[in-house]
Nanobody, 124 residues
Framework: VQLQASGGGLVQAGGSLRLSCAPS????????MGWFRQALGKEREFVAG????????YYADSVKGRFAISRDNAKNTVYLQMNSLKPEDTAVYYC??????????????????WGQGTLVTVSS
């Protein structure tokens, strides 16, 4: 089972990017999904999470109001829309999954499956 994250790139401060996470090898429509990020020299941190329903979401304070997580279960894909990007948002972004029935977790250990990461660079 692999999670394929894509959509990263270079963007100027104030710009937008949309990341996608498309699992392979399994249907993740009932899984709780999360996005994490890891900046150079720092620990991986929680960004946003979503339950099997779009109505169940949770965000880190640092991205609240700027980022939006969503999912399209028909496409087996989870998205992270990132607006008003700041240089401090620069990091490798990872998607992660935890089995059905579990709530959104903010710790790395709460997720069983991880993608390879996609780099987001925000220039000032």
């Amino acid at each position: 089972v692999q999670l394929q994250a894509s959509g990263g790139g270079l963007v100027q401060a104030g710009g937008s990017l949309r990341l996608s996470c498309a699992p392979s090898g399994r249907t993740f429509s009932m899984y709780t999904m999360g996005w994490f990020r890891q900046a150079l020299g720092k620990e991986r941190e929680f960004v946003a999470g979503i339950g099997w329903s779009d109505s169940n979401t949770y965000y880190a304070d640092s991205v609240k109001g700027r980022f939006a997580i969503s999912r399209d279960n028909a496409k087996n894909t989870v998205y992270l829309q990132m607006n008003s990007l700041k240089p401090e948002d620069t990091a490798v972004y990872y998607c992660a999954a935890r089995p059905p029935g579990f709530n959104i977790a903010i710790d790395v250990d709460g997720y069983d499956y991880w993608g390879q990461g996609t780099l987001v660079t925000v220039s000032s």
